[in-house]
Structures are given as C-alpha cells and as structure tokens.
C-alpha cells in the first residue's frame, strides 16, 4: 500500500491543472448569411467538426460570417478552417466578426487576415422585406 500524501512541509509534486474551455462549432442558416459561430478553444480537438461545418456552410451557397468572439484559443486548426471556407467561398469574401486578440493575432501572423473581412461590431441584422431582397431586378 502506498501514501500519495504530500509530507508537511513538502510542496505537492502533482502539475497543476489549468482550466480548459472545450471549443465547439455551430452552424446557423439566416436569410441573408451562413453564421458559423465558434465558441472555446478551437483546437485538433475539434478538427473533424470544423471539417463538417466548414462543408455545411459552404454548401448554403450564402454569404458567410464567422462568429469568433468567444474563442478563448485557436491552434493552427482554426486557421485551416477560416482558410479552407475564405478559399472555397465561390469569390465571396468572408467576414470574420469580433475576433478576440489571440485570433487578431493569429491571422495577421499568417497573412490569413487578407482572405477575410475582419469587422469589430456585430453587422446590422436584416429584417423585414430586405431580408429576401436579393437587390435590384435586372433589366
């Protein structure tokens, strides 16, 4: 039988264990965009649901947005992901919305930051009949 007791006056040997906030990815259909909001730690973890989302959203044929406001961290997975949906989006830039530092950083670090359109503010919802109007008729 052994004693995993820590010895008075000893300092514990076990590491400390740092909080972690599991990532997850979902992926929102509005009448005007695709929204894939992105939430924790976006990370290989997450990889193969990045890899869904990414397909569902590019799929929409919609515009897309990224909702990045909650990400805590993002490895270089996250950065495959917003690379793969900026160069797979048919021309149509995508935009990145309220990125927190960690992300700002990534992405200028990369030149990742020339595919996307990085805004600070949530974009103005669309309601109403401009919700379906797809602009002007053509002549």
Known sequence: MTNDATPPGET????????VDPGSVHVLYEP?????????????ELGPD??????D???SGRP????AHHVTFMDSTGLAF????????RGRRVTLIRPPAVVKFLIETTNIVQLL???????????????????????
């Open 12 to 19: 514990s040997r076990v590491p400390e264990v740092r909080s």
């Open 64 to 67: 897309l947005q990224v909702d």
């Open 117 to 139: 359109d990085v805004v600070d503010e949530e974009p103005r919802p669309v309601t109403g009949a401009d919700a379906y109007d797809d602009g002007p008729e053509p002549a």
């Open 50 to 55: 990045l890899l869904e989302a990414a397909e």
């Open 32 to 44: 005007r965009a695709t929204r894939v909001v992105l939430t924790g730690e976006i990370d290989a």
């Open 57 to 59: 959203a590019l799929s």
């Open 82 to 89: 917003l690379a793969r949906l900026a160069s797979r989006s």
